[in-house]
């Protein structure tokens, strides 16, 4: 399989250099095949990379060891065929930031905030941008803090919120209302700013609209408001001291972007975890997406008026804290997991503690469906509104539940399994239209099929250690640490060092509740990455939201974004 | 602050009197307003949601408007784009007014030492009470509502709270 990937790929772009990197190909291009090494990754029927899941940068510029390129930086995009499962890596040195690379934004609509992100961060230029401004940073930020010689403590102060003026009416232009309607007083456009602190956003987003009567005629967004650094912290930090970081990714789930993480780097590291972990992972993953599922479809009923539903649903994710708590210590920052298997093992008892709350929580799914799944006022409100199609949720980068409702059956659990997904009998629920109607009623059927996983995973969890038992990658038992030299100095080692993993590169995938949960690392051998990179669901989902919401009622984008799951930390990061 | 009568009666027993008459009616009809940005919204949800409950302290009418708050919770982290926003939030509440920072993050910057993370949020605004906590326990939220009854308990018209104080976007 993987060697039909990495021949198919060398087929069609026979200059290239191509090899492989975990699941993969990576082509190595120089900045001016870029485009059309692009263009041909696209359109070519065999390669057919129809998403664009990320793009980002690397500074090599303190790299310990000969960088594996002259120039300073190297820019990658990370493509996906989600039919065929191909994973490419496209990497393009760039020995001057201020000429930069040829935009991808005539490929795919994704490369425009993706790349704003990498300007933003890196400095890094796109030429035929249609609109190359900081993303995540404030406008009157100087220099690019993921630059290696950008200290990590220079903070620099913002006194004024960015208008946004110049984009929405370069979004006006663009949606053919000129300047004639705009001063017509017949048809007054009115401009509405919602945000970054208001009710309705769930979090620190701003969105502008242009209004024509309740229609938003126009719409941008700004983000950023919740950036904080995730990256350049990391840089900072052995790799099991990342994990609590990425608690605070997408808090609403936070044990599935521990999971996620660790995963990453066992793959590069070549970690086979136990069987019981592998088990574990997956009653973990599919709980925290149960209950990630359980917030966002609580927030959306509130906003559309179902305050009981509210109840119904959110009172079950308060009860799981007893379980959670129970087993992580914690409520919501479970920092559950260490590299090479978990933080510990499931306490005594905790089948039928679990399956309680799964019951508890079915009921809170079934009472609340019972209030909206025949619902004539529910169905008016959300059906044929805010519609996504499949074309463009692809082109926007949308991944999870929110690609899934609009027609795409792509679901990185049944199309990459990993840890025995493929034994487990569940369906990937898709929708038809794609509007805000089918994105919640995905949900609520993946709750259902998460929890039969989850049932069928209790069944057939075995015995056995949680931790691999490889003195490179996992702590010591503490008796080895009290009682042994060898056991205290190997402890010392992992906790002081971090746990070493081979230099080199690699992107690594998790279906995570909102969608694919990437990450992009770049190591230099020691134990802590040299870069690394979130590819946030999250982000590429936000980026498109002025297709879905534009022609729409004002009271239609505040339920849509309720109902795309937007989560300020993986958001931002 | 004074709010009329009593400003021109100074310090006397009639003053005192209001103050206690004044003080018990804030004390337990404090109208949060929530800016939550981050993970500690969450755990914020949490303290008003049914198991938890905080309208058992006066406080649960959640006000989405600052002009109808006196108490501001900051829940989550602040990022230096985010200040000047959340200066303006706090100048639009009407005096008198709270504020409680909520978990490490609001209190110090929490685990972001770094570029784009305001180092607490009192460099921008005047606080009166700091959670610990990544996120703090709900129970933790009720004992900040607590404390925060107790010093306005201890209050006086008279006296303007926070008149010297002076942040960095000030
Ligand atoms: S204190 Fe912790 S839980 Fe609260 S916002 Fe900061 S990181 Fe999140």
Known sequence: MKATALEKIQAALPGAACQMALEAVVVEVRPEELAGTLTRLKEDPACNCGMLLDVTAIDYLDYPHPPPQAARFQVVHTLRNWQDNLLVQVRTPVADPDVGLTTAT????????????????????????????????????????????????????????????????ARLAEKGVDDATLKDINTEVMFLNLGPSHPATHGAIRILAALDGETILANVNEIGYLHRGFEKTAEQRTYNQIVPLTDRLNYCSSMLNNIAYVKAVESWLGVEITERARFMRVVLSEFYRVLDHLVCCAAFMVDI???????????????????????????????????????????????????????????????????????????????????????????????????????????????????????????????STGDVYDRMMVRFEEMAQSISIIRQAIRHIPEGPVNVADPQVSLPPKEAVYNSIEGLANHFKLVFEGVKTPPGQWYDSYEAANGELGFHFVSDGSGRPYKLKVRPPCFYTMGGFHKMVEGSMIADAIINLSCINIIGGELDR | MALGLEATLGDTVITTKLDAIINWG??????????????????????????HDVSRFGAEVVRFSPRQADLMLVCGTISYKQAPILKRIYEQIAYPKWVVAMGACASSGGIYDNYCTVQGIDTIIPVDIYISGCPPRPEAILDALIKIQEQIKGESVLQERHKEYRGILD
């Open chain 2, 26 to 51: 804030r004390q337990y009809s404090l109208w949060p307003y929530v800016f939550g940005t981050a993970c500690c919204a969450i755990e914020f949800m949490s303290a008003a949601a049914s198991q």
């Open chain 1, 106 to 169: 005539g490929l795919w609509d994704s490369a425009n905030w993706g790349e704003r992100e990498v300007f933003d961060q890196y400095g890094i230029r796109f030429q035929g941008h249609p609109d190359l401004r900081r993303i995540l940073n404030h406008w009157q930020f100087e220099g690019h803090p993921l630059r290696k010689d950008y200290p990590i403590d220079r903070r620099q102060i913002c006194t004024e919120t960015d208008s946004l003026e110049k984009e929405i009416r």
């Open chain 1, 305 to 431: 008026g179902g305050l009981t539903n509210y109840w119904y649903l959110y009172n079950e994710k308060e009860d799981a804290y007893d379980f959670i708590s129970r087993l992580t210590g914690a409520r919501l920052t479970s920092s559950f997991t260490r590299i090479g298997g978990m933080y510990r093992d499931f306490y005594d008892g905790w089948q039928s503690d679990l399956e309680s709350h799964l019951r508890a929580i079915e009921k809170g799914i079934s009472d609340a469906l019972k209030l909206v799944a025949t619902n004539r006022i529910f169905h008016d409100r959300t059906q044929g509104v805010c519609i996504m199609p499949a074309a463009a949720a692809l082109s926007y980068g949308f991944t999870g539940p929110n690609l899934r409702a609009s027609g795409v059956p792509f679901d990185l659990r049944k199309d990459a399994p990993y840890y025995g997904y493929e034994a487990f009998d569940f369906t990937v629920p898709v929708g």
